[in-house]
């Protein structure tokens, strides 16, 4: 192995630690958000989006406050951040009657194929 990847792995926020265990469970609420924008703004709940924005916001914080600073959670929440506002712009949209512009794009995606 390489000095340089053995010292990665040793260091602070190496794979041994929950500096890099953390963010990397936590991009699983992004790809959860990225798969949801393809759904009904029908199913999304707006307290859940907000909920997810604050913790996001506060853990961006800690993630820039923390020593060594985790630049990995913090990109993570960042994301976060943006899908899951961008989630609830739709639902908010959807209740004034507004239409998001997937309906155009991902409308296909929802509706089942015709049979032949």
């Not at 602070?12 to 790809?31: I, K, Y």
């Not at 406050?65 to 739709?90: M, W």
Request: hydrophobic letters at 40%.
């Amino acid at each position: 192995m390489s000095a340089a990847f053995q010292a990665w792995i040793r260091s602070p926020v190496g794979p041994t630690t929950t500096h890099f265990w953390g963010p990397v469970a936590n991009w699983g609420f992004v790809l959860a958000g990225l798969s949801d924008m393809t759904k009904s703004p029908d199913v999304i709940s707006e307290n859940m989006q907000v909920a997810m924005c604050i913790y996001s916001g506060l853990f961006m914080r800690f993630a820039w406050k923390v020593t060594p600073r985790n630049y990995l959670l913090l990109a993570c929440h960042i994301s976060n951040e943006c899908v899951q506002g961008t989630q609830l712009s739709r639902k908010i949209m959807d209740l004034r009657g507004e239409t998001w512009f997937d309906e155009k794009y991902f409308k296909h995606l929802r509706e089942p194929k015709p049979s032949a």
